[in-house]
């Protein structure tokens, strides 16, 4: 990261995602020399075989720098659609969509979120899947498909069976993005910035888009289990990368501490404001630590359903840690800060976002605070 990504890290994000993807090849190439290329994969798909107690470490020191997980091919949402794919896919998908993924040679996202229902309860989706001989015929809006610019398929959640009862009305099925009927309508604007490839979120039309049905991810009705089970690492990975975000924010502001000179014969450093948000950002980020270690240990020791509670505890504790140590830095930077001259306005601007996906705030504090109230007897 000191080395190679670090020092090119202001230029790659001041330039458009499609030229920056030019450098960051020629870095993706150097990781795969070195043996380091997807540490989370087992040695036999080219990986390092990592327990999640060990990504979680690597993990938190690649998202130091932004790029730092693409280069490494651990970026969502290609990880998630790598995980779950390889639990559920056809050997014939597997070949033709998952190795190249797995290979970096090609990229993927996934597509849930509809404008028109809430996507914290997607029971009520819009999107349908029909049977129609061989082939399922897809009809549906989404947005905010991460990264869908240039992908070169979509796993879809659309319903397959609306009479089923809610949890087993939709499925995952594979879209091709070269499919007829798949448009991109727009990479959608966050915070003035809509971005592109990689580093954006788009909405997309699907309209009679025709796709083998050999194209189906697991069973016909299993799209909101196989969301959960790849929600469940998806959010730990997220909460591994905050750690690392927030470190290099709390690099950031302490080097600015120490250098600003306010014109008093003071550094900044020595305001007692500043040394409190130090101090409460260096403990905050300790503890965010060890609990989300904590979680990759029980995932490691008893999977990723018996952490529900923990990876719940772990995704709106880490993003509102995340959220106030962004600010510190921002505001101890004063102007500086929210200019694009360092590269905390990229992640001001990025990572709002956590409080919102892989399930709000609201919705991991309630499903955690009820299950901790089943455990006295509360029905809920
Ligand atoms: C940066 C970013 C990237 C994303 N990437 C993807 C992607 O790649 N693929 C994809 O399919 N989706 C993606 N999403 C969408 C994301 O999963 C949804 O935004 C999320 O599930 C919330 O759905 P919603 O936006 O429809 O909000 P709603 O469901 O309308 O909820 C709005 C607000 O209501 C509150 N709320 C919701 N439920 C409760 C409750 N039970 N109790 C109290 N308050 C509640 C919360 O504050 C919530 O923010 C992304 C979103 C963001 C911001």
């Known amino acids: 990261m000191e080395e190679e990504l670090y020092p090119i890290e202001m230029d790659l994000l001041h330039q458009p995602f499609y030229k920056a993807a030019i450098i960051l090849e020629a870095k993706r190439v150097k990781v795969k020399q070195l043996g380091l290329w997807a540490p989370y994969l087992s040695e036999q798909d080219g990986g390092m075989g990592l327990s999640m107690i060990e990504f979680a470490q690597v993990s938190e020191l690649m998202a130091t720098t932004p790029f730092g997980h ?26 033709k969509y998952l190795q190249p993924l797995m290979k970096g040679s090609i990229r993927s996202c996934f597509s849930m979120t ?51 009862s809610k949890y087993e009305r939709a499925s995952m099925i594979l879209v091709p993005a070269d499919t007829t009927g798949f448009h991109l309508k727009r990479n959608i604007s966050v915070m003035g910035d809509a971005g592109e490839g990689y580093l954006s979120h788009s909405e997309i039309e699907y309209t009679n888009c025709r796709v083998p049905a050999s194209h189906l991810i697991g069973k016909e009705g299993s799209g ?28 950031l502001m302490c080097k600015r501490a120490v250098e600003r000179d306010m014109g008093d014969g003071t550094k900044l450093g020595q305001k007692q404001t500043i040394q409190n948000w130090i101090a409460e950002s260096r403990a905050e980020i300790n503890a965010a630590r060890y609990m989300v270690l904590h ?17 719940s505890a772990i995704k709106f504790f880490v993003a509102d840690i995340l959220m106030k140590v962004l600010d510190r ?37 309630s499903s955690l605070a009820k299950a901790v109230l089943k455990e006295y007897g509360l029905k809920t």
């Open 329 to 365: 830095a921002i505001q101890t930077h004063g102007a500086l800060g929210i200019t694009d001259d360092t590269l905390l306005s990229f992640w001001y601007r990025h990572e709002r976002g956590a409080r919102i996906y892989d399930g709000p705030d609201e919705v991991h504090k």
């Open 224 to 251: 909101f289990l196989l969301a959960q089970e790849r929600l469940g690492p998806g959010r730990i990975h997220h909460c591994m990368r905050w750690i690392g975000i927030c470190e290099r924010a709390f690099q």
């Open 70 to 95: 693409y280069v490494f091919n651990c970026q969502a949402p290609d990880i998630g659609n790598i995980e779950l794919m390889h639990k559920y896919a056809s050997p014939l998908l597997k070949e």
């Open 295 to 311: 979680a990759a240990y029980k995932m490691d020791l008893e999977g990723s359903k018996a952490a529900k509670n923990e990876i």
């Open 114 to 164: 509809e404008p028109g229902h809430a996507g914290s309860n997607p029971v009520n989706m819009g999107t349908t899947a029909v049977l129609e001989g061989d082939e399922y015929i897809i009809n549906g809006h989404k947005w905010f498909t991460t990264a869908a610019d240039g992908a070169r398929f979509a796993i879809v959640m659309a319903n397959t069976n609306n009479n089923a």
